[in-house]
């Protein structure tokens, strides 16, 4: 009878439902892997990790509720204090810096040129270098007191300083480091200024505009959305990352803290000291800041990025 | 989305990742008509610029082959002898011969390609091709994923891996490949799928195919261009993974060549630079031979999702 009912039900929806169905099991076929992975390694662990930022855990003792200790303790933190104050200088620094080098050098790059490969190619493997501890090496050699800049200025007569053991030159090396990477979103400009139908320009040249003018009522307006998107990827990753300033300072986060990263004082509380509580604390503090700072960016979109569909 | 802007309409196949190359054929007359002199300005200033990004990593390679103490003494790049002292000295000033280490990060790095590769599409083809419930919301949880920094999740993941007693073994670096955390290529690839015209799914369908079929026999090997943008962002990001492997990889045996190339700042002073140039250019030559050969993917992906 039930197997009747089903078979009439089917016919009448012409076995839409049925195919639909079907689909629908598929498809978390498809998906099982994403599923376990997304339930399993990112919303359980996030709910573990929320828990344990109100507890004191060191991994040997079961976790001790605390309430908002750790919170509080934050706040009156002073090296975490100053860790924001280091983050937020790098990513406020280097990300705009960053973009503007990579958009500067697509607009040279994006005039049909000979050798267009060729200088890509090559503007865009320190993207690839960059993030690894060999580049951060070198970097430690290129600007320590003997170091491969200062055997350079030397040529010329000038004699510069430890650039990583002084507080106020080690992080501008990072930021530089970070800087140098700009081969990536460039090559993302580079995709976006194809897409500008010439016939603008070739319209706005007709009605007399300038260089100057054309740059700033065709190509950023219609470039905006691409800028946006840089902003947005370059924010989230630079307030997340670690190995340089890590590589750079030889795991100290020195001189005098002034490189000490957000991320590297997570690590050296989380897992040099077995503050697990506390470190999943900072970690909330991180999800909020960098949530924040991509809200802010959205809001943010709605006066200077231009849809034109 | 703006990448949903940046796709153009042919009959290319391909059409997602094709932006470069189609937009370049597209406006190259526009600009035909310069001056020589402002031209060869211009490659003046490139080639400064080029030179001046790239003399680190050539001094770099060419320090390397010289005696180490040259390190601090020359910044030229003229090369008069070659010194293999700091490749021998390197490969050995670790606890283990750095192939040790090499051949870790080689497991490593295949593993986290396959994994990637299998779970990421099939998690795209589900998004891009079939209708389900909570789809809508399950993309968006997805997209919001590659927001959320790792230090939120690494610490009761440690938790959990080091009370499983997977601390020191590879499950916690390539369990998250196979399970499709790597959400940004979930992205990448249901963008290229969207790209790929319908009709051959319904081609399919109607010859009896179910989605297994269509998805193997049919999407998969269009995909190709997508598959190998993942890759070859995997291997690149895989090789050069730090932090992760820094918290799991505390026993020098399973180490992989990042985590070993920082032991070298922990052993010694300024005086083992030479050893860590020589392994720093053995551990770059993978990313540098990927670039090479690989390049055409990585541009054309780069410009698809905006990836590093």
């Not at chain 1, 309430?67 to 924001?84: K, P």
């Not at chain 1, 200088?89 to 050098?105: D, E, K, R």
């Not at chain 1, 081969?183 to 260089?211: C, H, K, S, T």
């Not at chain 1, 950023?220 to 902003?231: A, V």
Request: glycine content about 8%; charged content about 15%; overall charge positive.
């Amino acid at each position: 009878m039930s197997a009747l009912g089903e078979l009439r039900s089917t016919a009448k929806t012409g076995g839409h439902a049925a195919t639909r169905k079907r689909e629908s099991k598929a498809a978390y076929l498809f998906l099982l892997p994403w599923l376990l992975g997304f339930f399993g390694l990112a919303v359980l662990p996030m709910a573990a990790s929320l828990y344990l930022a109100f507890t004191d855990y060191n991994l040997i003792r079961p976790p001790e509720w605390t309430g908002l200790e750790n919170f509080t303790r934050m706040f009156e933190d002073a090296r975490l204090m100053n860790s924001l104050r280091v983050t937020f200088t790098y990513v406020i620094v280097s990300v705009p810096l960053q973009l503007v080098f990579a958009l500067v050098v697509a607009m040279i790059l994006d005039r049909g040129m000979r050798g267009l490969p060729f200088y890509r190619s090559i503007f865009y493997l320190p993207s690839l270098l960059g993030s690894s501890v060999a580049i951060a090496i070198l970097w430690r050699q290129m600007f320590g007191t003997s170091g491969l800049v200062n055997q350079l200025l030397a040529m010329i007569g000038i004699e510069g300083p430890g650039w990583i053991s002084d507080p106020n030159t080690a992080l501008g090396t990072i930021i530089l480091l970070h800087i140098w990477t700009f081969g990536a979103p460039m090559l993302i400009f580079l995709a976006g200024l194809r897409q500008i139908p010439a016939m603008y320009y070739e319209a706005a040249e007709v009605d007399g505009a300038n260089r100057v003018q054309r740059f700033f009522r065709i190509t950023l307006p219609l470039l905006s959305p691409i800028i946006f998107f840089n902003l947005v990827l370059q924010l989230i990753g630079s307030f997340q990352s670690f190995t340089q300033a890590y590589i750079v300072s030889g795991g100290t986060g020195g001189p005098a803290d002034s490189t000490m990263f957000y991320t590297m004082y997570l690590y050296q509380k989380g897992f040099a000291e077995l503050d697990m509580g506390y470190a999943s604390a900072m970690a909330w503090g991180l999800v909020v800041i960098i949530g924040a700072f991509t809200a802010l960016n959205f809001i943010a979109s709605k006066w200077w990025v231009f849809y034109d569909d | 989305m703006t990448i949903e802007r940046t796709r153009p309409s042919g009959p290319d196949t391909s059409a997602t990742v094709a932006v470069v190359t189609q937009g370049a054929t597209r406006r190259r007359p526009r600009r035909s008509a310069r001056s020589p002199l402002s031209s060869i300005v211009r490659h003046a200033v490139l080639i400064a610029g080029a030179v001046l990004m790239i003399y680190p990593v050539l001094w770099l390679l060419v320090s390397s082959l010289r005696p180490a103490d040259a390190i601090f003494r020359d910044p030229g790049l003229l090369l008069t002898g070659i010194d293999f002292t700091n490749y021998i000295d390197g490969w050995n000033a670790l606890e283990y011969p750095f192939g040790n280490y090499l051949l870790n990060s080689v497991l490593l790095v295949l593993g986290s390609i396959v994994g990637n590769l299998v779970s990421c599409a099939l998690a795209a083809y589900a998004f891009a091709r079939l209708e389900f419930r909570g789809k809508r919301w399950m993309f968006a949880a997805m997209l919001l994923t590659i927001m959320i920094p790792i230090h939120v999740i690494i610490v009761p993941q440690y938790i959990f891996f080091s009370q499983l007693g997977l601390v020191n073994t590879y499950v916690p670096l390539l369990l998250p490949k196979f399970l499709a955390t790597d959400a940004f290529f979930v992205f990448l690839m249901v963008q290229f799928i969207r790209g790929i015209p319908r009709d051959l799914d319904e081609a399919a369908r109607i010859d009896g195919a179910g989605h297994p079929r269509i998805f193997f026999q049919v999407i998969l090997p269009l995909m190709v261009p997508a598959l190998a943008a993942t890759a070859i962002f995997t291997f690149i990001g895989s090789w050069n993974d730090f932090f992760s492997a820094l918290i799991y990889l505390t026993d020098a045996r399973v180490q992989t060549v990042p985590v070993a190339l920082r032991s070298f700042i922990d052993t010694s002073g300024s005086s083992s630079f030479g050893s860590m140039f020589a392994m720093s250019i053995v551990s770059l030559i993978p990313v540098f031979l990927v670039f090479l050969f690989g390049q055409r993917y990585l541009v054309k992906g780069i410009a698809t999702t905006g990836l590093k």
